[in-house]
Structures are given as structure tokens and as C-alpha cells.
């Protein structure tokens, strides 16, 4: 069935685009059928998870195969060109994309439209530039020998990657007012070692496929496939770990040091904030196992502090809170980056100002949200979170990052989610 599809799509396209292949066109319409199955498939098996960018490895690779192979078999060139290779994989994403969608799992525009501009860099890039394949002609030989192609399709598709990563972290840039270097270095530093295996199977593919033919697509994929099932394993694990943090947060609430459910909404709010204010995906995840943790010292304490609200503790007893938190934190072993988010979580903002010291904007973060939810412990009346903004700009440059300040307002402004 899902061959038949793939077969559909090509056709469809075929007419569409009116790159019809000439000469061996059967084979050439059955490879691009596989093809956009692989895509299709690959879209549906998409990879997301919470600290990671949304990627799809085998759609990537499948396509990426796609537009590097010219070869049907020894001699025999393809005739479709460049719009074919690209409409073939728009519409097998579409395809794909929709079937998520009506299933009710998650899809991202922005990262699927991403993948589809790395495929029409390649595409061009290598078919137009490259080989300078005219449409409904047979695509020319290059004239290199095995491993000099090789290079040149991994240079290639190591370029669109970083193009796709660019043009998703422009848009992400464009709706969240963050960094745009900062984002573009967070969003590589997420995806490339995911990105190097795509790019080395998409290539291994194309060289394999005129001797091997349509049988490379699924054997090289394999890998991949495999480590679809691995990474979805480790997101299970990682979900397990969110489990046990929001279980161990909840112990100041049963101990009697916090209003109950504070933690939760600190790290729920800090998210939002957070994402308002740019933060990559794995900096959002941190910001969330600190937000949940960040009152965990209080269990250490003789004698509770009234309402649990530590913004209004003295500045002695809010370190040793925090000191106590970080010791907690770091005991784990696993969660280094949360404790180096506590490790400043008290520290006035005014030592950024007027002395330079490094404070993660996280930390910034988390001091600010825990100060309004504890100013309206809790109550989300207009009343309660008037009086809670007004006693924060009171020390607004001061102990407050006024930028954190504004998006927090941002946050809990009217029609902004409350829950």
C-alpha cells in the first residue's frame, strides 16, 4: 500500500512539475516512489523530546539519498531533475506531516519546513551546480572517482544541514527576540551528532544505489532505525528522571516548608519565561529540574520559614538555603547543570551590573518567578499579582534582572496560560 502511495506521489508530481523522465522513466518513477515511502515514514517516526531539536533521521537521510542519487544501475543516469527531486520530497513531507497531525501527535512547521530547505540546497547545490543537469535530461557524470565524490556530497549536505539550522534559528529568533549567534550555536551543538549520521547514510545511499539499487535504501537506513528505538528508550529514562525530581520536589510541600504545589508552579512559570525570552529546548529542561529543586534546601532547616516564601527570609538564611539546595542537587551526580543554575539562584542582580560576575540568565530566571510566586502564594487574583509585580520593581535593577522582569509580565499578562 504505502509502495502504491509512493508510486502515486511520483506520478502526481510528475505531471505537476512537468519534469517527466525520459529514456528508463519506469525504474526511474519506482525509485523515487521508494524514496518518498522512506520520507514518509521517516516523518511519521519523527524524533522529539524535551532538551532536543525535533529531527527526523530517516526522512532526512531518505531525501538527502534522493537528490544525491543519479544512477539507476553501471551507466544508466536518471532524467527527472532538480524541481522533481524537490517536489517529490515536499509533497512525501506534507504527506507525512499531515498524518502526524491527524493522529494527534506533535509536529513542528518550523522544523519541517527547515528540513525541506536543506533538501532543496542539496538539490540544487548537486544537481544544478554541480553536475549542471538540465531538466528532462539524464543527469551528466561528474568525472570523479568514488571518494572524491563522496566528499563533495557530504560537503554538500553538510552545508544544507547548517542552512536548515540557520533558517530554523532565524525563526525562532523572530518570535522569541533572542540571541541569534547564541541560538544558532545551541541549536548546533543539539543536532550534530545526529546530523553527521544523517549526512554520511544519506551519501552512502546514493554510492550504493547503482549497484545495489532500490536494496541500499532500506539496508543502509537500518542504523538509523536502530537508533530511532535507542533514542526513544532514552527519552523514556530521561522521563523517569523528571518523574523522581517532580516526586522529591513535592517534599518541602509534605515536610510543611512550602505552600503546596509551589514548586510546580515556579518551574511551569520559569518555562514560560524561559521560552519567552529565547532559551534553547535542553537550557528550558535544566531551567525546569532547578525550578523544582530550587527550595529542596529548606528541608535542612530547624525551623520553617513562615509561608515557605524565602524572598522574604534574610539574605544569610536565603544562602544557606541555596547552599543546602546545591549539596542536595549535586549528591545525584547526574544533574550538574541544574546545581550550577542554584549555585546563583539568590544572587542580586546588581553584581551583573555593577561587577561584571557571570550569573546564568536561568538563575536570573528563577529568582525572579520565585519571588512573585511567593509574594501571591499561590493566588492568581489581580489583586494578589499587582501587589506581588509592584514589590519586585521595587527592586527592579537591583536584586531583579529588569529583562526577566518584563517577560515575566509577559507570561502572566491577560489570555497568558495560568495553569
Avoid at 534553547?280 to 534546601?297: F, K, M, P, T, V
Amino acid at each position: 500500500m504505502l509502495g502504491l502511495s509512493g508510486l502515486l506521489i511520483s506520478v502526481v508530481v510528475t505531471f505537476v512539475t512537468g519534469d517527466v523522465p525520459t529514456g528508463g522513466a519506469r525504474d526511474g518513477l519506482w525509485l523515487s516512489a521508494a524514496f518518498a515511502v522512506a520520507i514518509v515514514l521517516g516523518e511519521w517516526l519523527l524524533l522529539s523530546a524535551p532538551g532536543f531539536r525535533g529531527s527526523a533521521p530517516i526522512a532526512m537521510a531518505s531525501a538527502f539519498a534522493f537528490a544525491l542519487t543519479t544512477e539507476i544501475s553501471p551507466g544508466r543516469f536518471v532524467t527527472y531533475g532538480a524541481a522533481f527531486v524537490v517536489a517529490v520530497t515536499a509533497f512525501a513531507m506534507t504527506v507525512g506531516t499531515a498524518t502526524r497531525v491527524l493522529a494527534g501527535r506533535a509536529s513542528n512547521i518550523v522544523e519541517t519546513t527547515g528540513r525541506l530547505v536543506a533538501i532543496a540546497v542539496v538539490t540544487i547545490l548537486y544537481r544544478v551546480a554541480h553536475l549542471g543537469q538540465s531538466p528532462g535530461a539524464p543527469a551528466p557524470p561528474d568525472g570523479l572517482v568514488p571518494w572524491q565524490r563522496a566528499v563533495v556530497m557530504l560537503g554538500i549536505t553538510m552545508l544544507a544541514l547548517v542552512a536548515d539550522t540557520l533558517f530554523t534559528s532565524v525563526l525562532r529568533v523572530l518570535s522569541a527576540a533572542a540571541n541569534l549567534r547564541r541560538t544558532f550555536v545551541e541549536e548546533v551543538r543539539s543536532s550534530f551528532a545526529m546530523s553527521m549520521a544523517v549526512a554520511v547514510t544519506g551519501v552512502l545511499i546514493a554510492l550504493a544505489a547503482p549497484a545495489m539499487g532500490i536494496a541500499a535504501l532500506p539496508l543502509f537506513l537500518m542504523p538509523l532505525v536502530l537508533t530511532l528505538f535507542a533514542f526513544r528508550r532514552y527519552v523514556s529514562i530521561r522521563a523517569t528522571y523528571l518523574q523522581s525530581i517532580r516526586t522529591l520536589s513535592r517534599l518541602t510541600d509534605v515536610a510543611g516548608y512550602t505552600p503546596s504545589g509551589h514548586s510546580e508552579r515556579v518551574a511551569a512559570l520559569s518555562v514560560r519565561v524561559g521560552r519567552e525570552l529565547g532559551l534553547s529546548e535542553r537550557e528550558l529542561l535544566d531551567l525546569e529540574y532547578a525550578a523544582l529543586l530550587h527550595d529542596i534546601g529548606q528541608v535542612a532547616l530547624v525551623e520553617p520559614i513562615p509561608g515557605g516564601a524565602t524572598v522574604l527570609a534574610a539574605p544569610a538564611d536565603q544562602r544557606r538555603i541555596e547552599a543546602d539546595s546545591v549539596a542536595i542537587v549535586r549528591e545525584t551526580g547526574v544533574f550538574e547543570g541544574v546545581a550550577r543554575i542554584l549555585e546563583h539562584q539568590t544572587t542580586p542582580y546588581r553584581q551583573v551590573r555593577e561587577l561584571g560576575e557571570e550569573i546564568p540568565l536561568t538563575s536570573r530566571i528563577v529568582k525572579v518567578v520565585n519571588a512573585y510566586e511567593d509574594l501571591t502564594a499561590g493566588a492568581r487574583s489581580a489583586r494578589a499579582r499587582e501587589a506581588a509585580v509592584e514589590r519586585i520593581y521595587l527592586g527592579l535593577g537591583y536584586e531583579y534582572d529588569p529583562r526577566v522582569v518584563d517577560a515575566l509580565l509577559t507570561s502572566i499578562g491577560p489570555g497568558a496560560d495560568q495553569d
